[in-house]
């Protein structure tokens, strides 16, 4: 296929045809800033944050949604381009409330981030009155509307990558936000509550609640799903030994960006205080907590007496489908070598 | 899976069949759900009750419960009567193709439209779709399998994959979706009554020589007893111990009354688990195993692929991980073993199981491998059966309807069918226990179709008593067309309302599944007092 050759600040760069512009400057190491954007959904042009500079035709265009087409020479930082960009960049600042020292998706915020690299401050902006206000229907998914800036990255995604089609954009203008079907709550609509929508809001509309207030995670640590046979892979966000939350996105995940309620809402069993901690061992009616040596001794010699007693067929063993490969050859190691039966099963058929 | 869920994009058409896909398997639904709604694939969907996928299909059957035979046969007739088999594929990959065609034959559209229920327009549209689709896949779950009719059910769906020549290429094939995260890998390590790691049989000699050399013991070669067997056989006093790891057959094994009696009765009961479940309550020796997030190992999903799972995590209190257990206990008991981690263990099983053989800890550092992977510089296998089948060639397996083992009658006039719901899993002993699953749905309910409540007097929410032969349970009604006239439909996630003190222990002969599709149940308001 003929390549399409572009420039871009100066330097040049060859694209297939098709390519964005965007994608074409990301090729040769030039990023863009973006809001509305996301790789894995059909561009839009909508915020218009990505504006850059055709110097050829004088024309500004959006380099997410624009094609790279021949002979185009490209200025991501022109003066035309910054002036363009924070003008945008101010009118949506315009309509966001101030909570910024209170708002959970403290430095995460995309908005806070670009606006900060333009040098640009709220007190700037002529301030706008609210139109929109907060929905707290369910325990997953808090939605401070006030806060949305109209990219439509939610309804987007639940659309293209979801395929739930549960959210839609409704009013114009400083009215528009994102509506869950027919305006309903959360749980009565076709919303799934996968989050996948809140995971790429790129303000504070659109919260976790399960994993609001926890901080920011030391490390994050790649685990497979403990639910669905799926097999997703959930990075799971650690502080002080502890789970705060889970992210989808893992390269070379089988899920993408995707994840169901179960894996990112579903690991609070984790730290839930129910948790065994020590062997508990039968006294009459009561289990009764023992050391690891009295209770491993106890079943030892009671798997001993039984084998002895009434056969080695006399043991059943149920490994577990949620065991690690590894458990399991152990466990169907330890009934047919240790205790000598094919007693052994688990609950594939239930 | 004999595809990958790389390629499930790829069908022109998807035929689901007892799969709730939305509910149980969330991010394969939201995959066939954008290949659907980008216009690239047509979706079939087959299920007695309405589920949301249906919205998605270009067609939706709804036969009874139980008929799946039926309609399978139907749609393999229809079929060959229209010219749309793949008789290439039949010549060259498969045998006993007349066998099929004299078994299918019976199956006309007005028998077909008698015992299912499905419209013959409807049956014969779907028929359509799915054998001149250039490549057609089908997905299917428990709603296939969990019957006394299981094996020929999954029989009847393969028949229909090679009648069309739909195996072995990107975008077809016979996908069974898997419940839990390492069913498939907890049945490829062997933890079966009847199989060594990788399904090697414990009666084929060489096999059971290869580890009775590797393990240094001598091995018995009969098969022995499934979950439900056991407990069969505790009731009756010949199995006398059991070790129950990670599981809780007392919520989720059929007729729990008859299983919590089987397990009274042992001499000795040992439960590890993370959580005091209801099964763990009745051990007599319980030990504290650690989560999944505690640990290091390796999980096989339901396309067989091998994955890594890495510790987050440090384990509280004192527990130990079940392979620390049971490395332990082998100790103890007088067979002495040691394994620096769970990687030794891999590479132990790998050298005895030729479909693990090429895979390691080191490799799966870098990424996931769909076994059969047979050398250490194999890649995988994404697409099973792509030349021959495992047995060479492919066999037809003709299969009759038979009717489910407990039909509705005068007494117990409903059909029960269980399963899962999106926001809790199995016993609900994890989900229930993190905070916003188990506050968004704190209890479980049975959905019933408003014609049925209506006459019955039954209003939305109102408290109901389910009962069968076995036993009975309260819970609550939920009103809702999903369920078809005559069915009801719990899930089991929640004890104090154990729907498997109703479910009907019958089950199928060869796989050893129970029938918990089905079970004959009456439904009586219960007055507030
Ligand atoms: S949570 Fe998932 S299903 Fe619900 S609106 Fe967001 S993306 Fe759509
Ligand atoms: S995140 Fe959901 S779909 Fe994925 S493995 Fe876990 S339970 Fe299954």
Redesign the pocket.
């Known amino acids: 296929m003929a390549g399409i050759s572009i420039k871009v600040n100066g330097r040049s760069v060859s694209a297939y045809p098709g390519t964005s512009v965007l994608e074409a400057a990301r090729k040769i190491g030039i990023e863009i800033p973006t809001l509305c954007h996301h790789p894995e959904l059909a561009p839009t042009g909508y915020c218009g944050v990505c504006v850059v500079e055709d110097l050829g035709s004088g024309r500004l265009i959006t380099a997410c949604d624009t094609p790279a087409d021949h002979g185009m020479d490209i200025s991501t930082d022109s003066p035309r381009v910054t002036e363009a960009r924070r003008r945008i960049l101010s009118l949506i600042l315009s309509d966001h409330p101030e909570t910024c020292v209170i708002c959970e998706k403290g430095n995460a915020c995309r908005l806070r981030e670009l606006s900060s690299n333009l040098g640009l401050a709220f007190t700037s902006a002529q301030r706008l009155g609210h139109l929109r206000g907060v929905v707290d229907a369910n325990p ?2 808090h939605r401070d509307l006030s806060k949305c800036i109209g990219c439509q990255l ?1 309804v987007r ?2 659309r293209e ?2 395929g ?1 089609e ?2 839609e954009f409704t009013w114009t203008g400083l009215k528009g936000r994102p509506l ?1 079907t027919g305006d309903q709550e ?1 749980s009565g ?10 995971s790429l809001c790129p303000v504070g509309a ?1 919260i976790e609640k399960p994993t609001a207030h926890t901080g920011v995670e030391e490390q994050s640590v790649s685990v497979i799903c403990p639910y669905c046979g799926v097999g997703c892979t959930l990075s799971v966000r650690v502080r002080d030994n502890e789970v705060i939350g889970v992210q989808a996105g893992v390269p070379g995940s089988v899920n993408g960006p995707s994840l169901c309620v179960k894996g990112r809402y579903g690991l609070g069993y984790v730290q839930h205080g129910e948790r065994l901690t020590k062997p508990l061992v039968r006294e009459g009616d009561e289990l009764v907590e023992a050391s690891w040596d009295e209770a491993l001794d106890k079943v030892a010699e009671g798997f001993k007496k039984t084998m002895k007693t009434h056969g080695t067929d006399s043991v059943g063993i149920l490994a577990s489908a949620k065991a690690t490969n590894e458990e399991n050859y152990l466990l169907q190691k330890f009934a047919r070598a240790v205790i000598g039966t094919n007693n052994v099963d688990h609950c594939a058929r239930l | 899976m004999t595809n990958s869920l790389e390629d499930l994009a790829r069908a022109d058409v998807i035929l689901l069949t007892g799969t709730n896909t939305i509910e149980n398997h969330p991010v394969i639904a939201q995959m066939i759900k954008t290949a659907v709604l980008s216009g690239g694939t047509k979706l079939i969907v087959v299920d007695p009750r309405d589920i949301s996928m249906a919205r998605y299909a270009a067609v939706y059957l709804r036969p009874r419960p139980g008929t799946d035979v039926a309609w399978l046969n139907g749609m393999a007739r229809l079929i060959l009567a229209e010219g749309l088999a793949d008789e290439k594929f039949i010549e060259s990959r498969t045998e006993d193709f007349e066998e099929l065609k004299r078994a299918v034959d019976a199956y006309t559209p007005e028998l077909v439209q008698k015992i299912t229920g499905i419209p013959h327009a409807d049956l014969k549209k779907a028929a359509r779709l799915y054998a001149s689709a250039p490549s057609a896949a089908i997905y299917y779950a428990m709603g296939i399998t969990q019957h006394t009719t299981g094996t020929d059910n999954v029989k009847a769906v393969a028949n229909l994959a090679m009648l069309t020549g739909n195996i072995g290429r990107q975008g077809t094939g016979v996908n069974p979706l898997r419940g839990q995260n390492n069913v498939q890998g907890a049945c490829d390590m062997g933890a079966l009554p009847n199989v060594f790691p990788g399904y090697q049989p414990v009666s084929d000699d060489g096999a059971r020589r290869k580890f009775e050399k590797a393990w240094g013991v001598k091995l018995p070669g009969e098969p022995g007893l499934t979950v439900l067997e056991m407990m069969n056989a505790a009731a009756r006093g010949d199995i006398r111990a059991m070790y129950i790891v990670g599981e809780n057959p007392v919520l989720t094994d059929p007729d729990s009354s008859h299983v919590v009696e089987a397990l009274e009765k042992l001499d000795l009961l040992i439960v590890q688990d993370i959580f005091l479940t209801e099964t763990a309550k009745l051990a007599d020796v319980v030990l504290p195993g650690v989560a999944s997030v505690e640990k290091e190992g390796t999980f096989t999903n339901t396309e067989r692929l091998v994955q890594r799972s890495r510790k987050a995590v440090e384990p509280p209190g004192e527990t130990r991980s079940d392979m620390d257990i049971v490395i332990d206990l082998s100790n103890r008991i007088g067979y002495k073993q040691s394994y620096s981690g769970p990687d030794k263990v891999m590479e132990e099983m790998a050298s005895l199981t030729p479909s693990y053989a090429g895979i390691s800890f080191g490799r799966l550092a870098r990424g996931g491998i769909r076994w059969p992977c047979p050398d250490k510089k194999h890649r995988g296998t994404r697409i099973l059966h792509a030349k021959e089948f495992t047995r060479g060639k492919g066999r037809f397996h003709p299969v009759e309807y038979i009717e489910p083992a407990e039909l509705p009658d005068r007494e117990y006039p409903f059909i029960l069918t269980t399963g899962r719901m999106l926001y809790h899993y199995h016993t609900g002993s994890m989900t229930r226990r993190s905070r916003a699953l188990a506050e968004y749905i704190s209890d479980g309910w049975a959905e019933i179709n408003p014609r049925d409540a209506k006459r019955l007097g039954i209003r939305e929410g109102a408290p109901i008593r389910l009962s069968s032969r076995r036993g009975s349970v309260e819970t609550k009604a939920k009103l809702s067309a999903r369920s078809p006239e005559g069915v009801v439909f719990m899930s089991f996630h929640f004890a104090e309302q154990a729907v498997n003190r109703l479910t009907n222990p019958a089950m199928d002969k060869d796989g050893k599944i129970p029938e918990f599709k089905i079970s004959a149940v009456k439904i009586d308001p219960v007055s507030s007092t």
């Not at chain 1, 609509?189 to 809140?198: D, F, H, I, P, Q």
């Open positions: 997953f998914i939610c995604a639940c990558i979801q739930a549960a959210v869950v959360m609509s076709a919303c799934e509550l996968c989050g996948l929508c809140v659109l």
